[in-house]
């Protein structure tokens, strides 16, 4: 029965991780097709306008950069050690919908790319940014298709750099942990199927039969 609770369970917060995926590919489509009217722009914030670019170390690299760009310098720095890290297996993911790993062949060592699709560096190229708004939901405890977004152009947007890569990284990667949960449900209930199978074998009962020495015991000792 505990088993039979995990595994559903697993299977629900898959749908609902695949419901929430949708729906940021949705507010992605939105505001790709949304065309920005700069006039209409509203006006930043003093809190959202800095004084003046103020100089910051890259954690990364330690190069200089400004407040400005620091986000996306960051990203690229990420982006350049990433690829040197390699994490890929001989056997490929087999699943009906998406996989949620970048799961690209290499043929030089013979095995495939086992990093998140959405933040691989080597096989999923950056795009160009789109002329949209940014579309980054401001209450991103509650996401929705109706979700108030931001609309500040997606270049001049510093605030919500790179958000949909981000969000999406954080759903598939809750979703191999509960692949990984459902997995272990699945070797849980076959071991389980395996021995109410075979609790009726004499052999077993023999190997696995359990003797009572108390009375010998009592017995010996008056």
């Known amino acids: 029965a505990v088993v039979s609770t995990q595994s559903t369970g697993a299977h629900q917060k898959i749908l609902e991780l695949q419901n929430q995926r949708l729906v940021i590919m949705n507010l992605i489509k939105n505001a790709k097709a949304t065309v920005l009217d700069n006039n209409s722009e509203e006006d930043l914030s003093e809190e959202e306008v800095p004084a ?46 998406e996989s949620p790993v970048c799961d690209a062949y290499d043929r030089q060592q013979g095995t495939y790319c086992k990093k998140l699709r959405v933040l691989c560096p080597d096989h999923n190229k950056e795009k160009e940014e ?12 509650d996401i929705s298709e109706n979700s108030t977004v931001c609309h500040k152009g997606k270049r001049a947007c510093n605030k919500h750099t790179s958000w949909e890569k981000l969000r999406l990284a954080e759903i598939d990667m809750e979703r191999v942990l509960q692949d ?19 609790r009726t074998n004499l052999l077993q009962i023999l190997l696995n039969g359990t003797i009572c020495h108390g009375q010998e015991t009592q017995s010996s000792v008056t």
């Open 130 to 141: 789109h002329d949209g708004i940014c579309g980054c939901p401001l209450d991103l405890s």
């Open 52 to 97: 003046d670019n103020e100089e910051l170390d890259c954690v990364i690299c330690g190069m200089a950069c400004t407040d400005k760009n620091a986000v996306r310098h960051m990203e690229r720095c990420y982006n350049k050690f990433e690829s040197k890290l390699g994490l890929g297996s001989t056997v490929k993911c087999h699943v009906t919908w």
């Open 180 to 198: 990984l949960k459902l997995e272990d449900s699945f070797e849980e209930m076959r071991k389980v199927k395996y021995r109410m199978a075979h």
